[in-house]
């Protein structure tokens, strides 16, 4: 059995405040210094648990793709579609280039 953590000072707020720059009131300092001793007792208590016989997972509930199944279907031809294009070239789209050329 492993001996409780030592419960967090209002010293140790004050230190992890001033590492990340923090400018704290006297008030925050007490109200961070309870808020932290909480979390970190309870992150403590689920420490403590036995997980051994638990399998690691990515997401807690089984997740399901809700996607409907693709269906082959008669669609717009490509000589249709480039008839109604602003411009096109060798049976595709022309647009101009990204870099290099003016529109």
Excluded: C, W, Y
């Excluded at 990340?20 to 009131?25: D, I, K, N, T």
């Excluded at 997972?57 to 809700?66: G, I, K």
């Excluded at 269906?71 to 070239?89: C, F, H, I, M, N």
């Amino acid at each position: 059995m492993t001996s409780s953590p030592a419960r967090l000072t209002r010293s140790d707020v004050e230190h992890v405040a001033k590492l990340a720059r923090l400018a704290l009131s006297d008030a925050e300092i007490t109200e961070f210094t309870e808020q932290l001793a909480v979390i970190l007792e309870h992150a403590a208590l689920v420490s403590a648990l036995d997980t051994s016989d638990i399998p690691p997972t990515s997401h807690p509930l089984p997740l399901v793709n809700v996607l409907r199944a693709d269906v082959v279907k008669p669609s717009v031809g490509r000589d249709e579609l480039l008839t109604s294009a602003p411009d096109a070239e060798s049976g595709r789209f022309r647009v101009p280039r990204i870099l290099g050329e003016a529109p």
